[in-house]
């Protein structure tokens, strides 16, 4: 009869004995998978925060800087609009204020010099048959002298109206240039002169002297 108790006692034991084992070797197993998958869940997981701020974050605008460039080029097509992009639109009626006067000029010495130019070649030519072309001719006494020299002296004028309205629409063009430059540039509203005493050490005479410092804040 123990012998019979005793083989029931060994059968249990190593029964428990496989229950223990197969629970550890379950155990590792599970442990295995969570270490193996934990990886990719905090990648997944990084992966969904960077989404979520990456959708709250508003992307700022970037700066668009005033270009010289452009003012320019718009100087060059149409005079003042270069002033327009600059935002000086005091300066757009001085501009053409200056090619009215300048086409003024330009009219009045071409008129001039045709009239001077057409009496001076009718007084050479010499022909009496044909009228004379203008008023000129019998002011000046068909002097062809006085004739040559009002020809030339509004010749002469003819060219420089000329080249001063090259010289404005240059002109123009690099102040629209210029501005544009100092358009972004920023000036403190802070802007002193300051002057003070100073003394200063003589390595000289070894004796302190006297001075004046100017300081330019802006």
Same mark, same amino acid.
Request: proline share 10%; no cysteine.
């Given at each position: 009869m123990s012998g019979f108790w005793n083989l029931k006692r060994l059968i249990f034991r190593s029964c428990q004995i496989k229950c &223990? @084992?197969?629970s550890w070797q379950k155990m590792i197993l599970v442990f !295995?998978? *969570?270490i193996c998958f934990h990886p990719f869940a905090a990648f997944s997981q990084n992966d969904t925060i960077k989404d979520t701020i990456n959708k709250h974050i508003v992307k700022a605008k970037p700066i668009s800087q005033h270009s010289p460039h452009k003012a320019t080029i718009y100087s060059m097509v149409l005079p003042g609009l270069g002033q327009a992009y600059n935002h000086k639109y005091w300066k757009i009626p001085v501009v053409y204020a200056g090619f009215g006067v300048l086409a003024y000029y330009i009219s009045t010495n071409n /008129?001039? &010099?045709q009239k001077f130019k057409k009496a001076y070649t009718y007084v050479v030519n010499g022909d009496s /048959? @044909? #009228?004379p072309p203008n008023s000129y001719v019998k002011r000046y006494n068909k002097s062809s002298t006085s004739l040559l020299a009002g020809k030339d002296y509004y010749r002469r004028r003819l060219e420089l109206s000329y080249i001063c309205t090259a @010289?404005? &629409?240059i002109l123009n063009v690099l102040d629209a240039t210029v501005d544009a430059h100092f358009f972004d540039y920023d000036i403190s509203n802070d802007l002193t002169l300051r002057v003070e005493p100073v003394i200063t050490p003589n390595y000289m005479t070894y004796? #302190? !002297?006297g001075g004046v410092? *100017? /300081?330019l804040r802006f």
């Open positions: &223990y @084992a197969f !295995s998978i *969570l /008129t001039e &010099y /048959t @044909a #009228p @010289a404005w &629409y004796k #302190p !002297s410092k *100017l /300081t």
